[in-house]
């Protein structure tokens, strides 16, 4: 990839770490305190960014008003992107996210992820990936364990 159009890795901003504390489509009011440490090392043809994190929400409640338990949450991400030639870009990426929910479980989530972009030509570009993650309970957690691998070829075509 031109160095023009190459996508980096290090464009996410502090709100942009993974949120494990959310529940999708539920309404609720809390007081967020959060710390994030971000290190990123851009040298010529290869970029390293190591991000640590934390979170707590206290004094939770529902849209109704009804409180909740507090949460929390704390990890480290770190990406690896190599530009070995002209139209190639390999990447390694890990998160690793500890966190307890409202009923006091706590559950440790991991992901690793290698990936090989390829352009063939300006607007194709062919790109092979691996992912590993797996959750698990931490002892007397409701959290389920699970072990997932994914591989994907992708193929795209810009216009």
Do not use: C, H
């Amino acid at each position: 990839m031109p160095a023009s159009s190459r996508r980096s890795i290090s464009d996410s901003g502090p709100s942009d770490f993974d949120d494990f504390l959310g529940r999708p489509g539920s309404a609720e009011r809390y007081l967020s305190k959060r710390l994030e440490w971000l290190l990123n090392l851009d040298i010529r043809r290869t970029e390293f960014n190591l991000r640590v994190f934390g979170e707590e929400r206290s004094g939770r409640t529902q849209a109704d008003g009804t409180p909740l338990e507090d949460l929390w949450q704390r990890g480290v991400s770190v990406d690896f992107s190599m530009q070995p030639g002209p139209r190639t870009e390999f990447t390694l990426s890990g998160r690793f996210v500890n966190r307890e929910n409202e009923f006091d479980d706590e559950t440790d989530f991991l992901n690793l992820e290698a990936r090989l972009e390829y352009e063939l030509t300006r607007r194709l570009e062919l790109t092979g990936a691996y992912s590993y993650s797996e959750q698990k309970p931490v002892a007397g957690s409701a959290f389920r364990e699970y072990v997932a691998n994914v591989v994907g070829l992708y193929v795209t075509l810009s216009l």
